[in-house]
C-alpha cells in the first residue's frame, strides 16, 4: 500500500483539492494523512470526512514586517521538524503540497527525508510557495496557461483543479427546494470563499428590498461568526420571497446548483465549483489577495465566458448588473454552456496516476533520487 502526505490546510481553497485528491488516492488503495491547520475553517470542513487521519499544525504566514517575519521563520522550523517526525512515524511515499503556509514545512520535511514532492497551483498567479519549492519538486502542476521561472520546465504538468465527489450537477428546481426556497423564483447565491466576504453581506443585505421587489430570492453563505437566520419579504405581486443566511454549507453542491446567478469571491475553489455545478457568477475579487491572484482568477472566468467580473469599488453598480443578468435567459444560457465546456472534469484521476508513476520511479533510492532531480 502506498501512502501520502498531503498539506492542504488554511483555507478552504487549499484544503477542498487535498481532500477530493484524498478521495482519489484511496479508492486507489493508498493510505492519507492530511496535513491541516488549527484554524476553524479547517475543522468546520473535515468533519464530514472523517475517513482520513488528519494532523492539525500550527503555522504562520510570511510577512516582510520584521516581528512577523520572525514568527514566521520559528514558526517554518518548528513545523518543518513536527512533519519531520510524521514522515518518520507514517512513511509516506510522497509529499504533496497545495499551498499555503503548512506547505512549506510539509514540503522541505520531505525533501529532506529524500521523498519526492510535488506542489499544485490553484491560482491563475503562481504564489510564493509554489515559486520557492519548485526547485526542488519533481512535479509542478500549473493552471493552463500560468507561467513561473523555472530550468526545470519538463516537471510542469497543467492541469485544473480537483473538486470533491460530492460537488456534482443536480436540478435545480430540487436544488431550490431542499434548501426551502421557492423553485418557481429565481435564486441569487452570495458567498465569499471558505470565510466569507463582510463586503459582498453588507451589499447584500441592503439590497433585500430592492431583490425582493423583483421576485429574487437570496442564499447568502456569511462565513464568520453571524448567526443563522431567514426573512421573508412580498413582492408587489404580494408572493412571498425569501432570504436565507447561512454560516457555513455542508452541501454546497446543493447551494451552487439552486443558484440561478452567484456573487462570489473569486477563489480558486470557488471558481472550479461553479463550473462543476454549471453556475454563472458575478466575481467580485477580494482586493487584498496575494500578487491579485483573485483578479487574474476573476478575469479568466469571464474571458471563458462564465460570467462576469467587478471590482468592489464598483459594488454600487451590482444591483442594477444583477438584476439584467438574472432574467437574462438568453444571457445565462451561454454561461452555463461555457461553465460546462471549462469544467475539467477528473483532474484528481490525472494526478493520482501521475503520482503513482512517480512514486514508483523513486524507488531506486530515495536520498540519491533527489539529488539526482536537484541536479537535472
Ligand atoms: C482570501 C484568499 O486569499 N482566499 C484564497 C483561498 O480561498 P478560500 O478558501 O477563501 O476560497 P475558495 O473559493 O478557493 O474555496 C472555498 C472552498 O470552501 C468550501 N466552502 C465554502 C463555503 C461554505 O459555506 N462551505 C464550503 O464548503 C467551498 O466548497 C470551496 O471548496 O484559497 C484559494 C485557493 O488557493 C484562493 O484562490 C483564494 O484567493
Known sequence: MKRALIACGGTGGHLSPGIALAEELVSRNWECTLLISNKQVDSRLVKKYEQFAYEAVDGRAFSLRPDRLLLFIVSLIKGTIRCSRMIHDRRPDVVIGFGGFLSMPAMLAGFFAGLPTVVHEANRVAGRVTRIVSWFARRIYLPKGVSIRTKRRSRIRYIGMPVRNEIKSISKSSAKETLGLNPAQKVLVIMGGSQGAE????????????????????????????????????????????????????????????????????????????????????????????????????????????????????????????????????????????????????????????????????????????RQALQS
Open 199 to 370: 463586503a459582498l453581506n453588507k451589499w447584500v443585505k441592503a439590497s433585500l428590498p430592492s431583490l425582493a421587489q423583483k421576485e429574487v430570492q437570496v442564499y447568502c453563505l456569511t462565513g464568520g461568526s453571524e448567526t443563522d437566520g431567514s426573512m421573508t419579504f412580498k413582492s408587489p405581486k404580494g408572493e412571498e420571497v425569501r432570504s436565507i443566511f447561512r454560516r457555513f454549507s455542508h452541501d454546497m453542491a446543493t447551494v451552487l446548483c439552486a443558484a440561478d446567478l452567484v456573487v462570489s469571491r473569486s477563489g480558486a475553489g470557488s471558481i472550479a465549483e461553479m463550473m462543476r455545478c454549471r453556475a454563472p457568477g458575478i466575481m467580485i475579487p477580494y482586493p487584498f489577495s496575494a500578487d491579485d491572484h483573485q483578479v487574474a482568477n476573476a478575469k479568466n472566468f469571464e474571458m471563458l465566458g462564465c460570467g462576469l467580473q467587478m471590482s468592489q469599488d464598483y459594488l454600487g453598480d451590482l444591483l442594477e448588473e444583477v438584476r439584467e443578468v438574472i432574467y437574462n435567459e438568453w444571457l445565462l444560457q451561454k454561461f452555463r454552456r461555457n461553465l460546462e465546456m471549462a469544467d475539467r472534469a477528473d483532474v484528481q484521476g490525472f494526478m493520482a496516476a501521475d503520482l503513482e508513476r512517480i512514486v514508483s520511479d523513486s524507488g531506486f533510492g530515495k536520498v540519491r533520487g533527489n
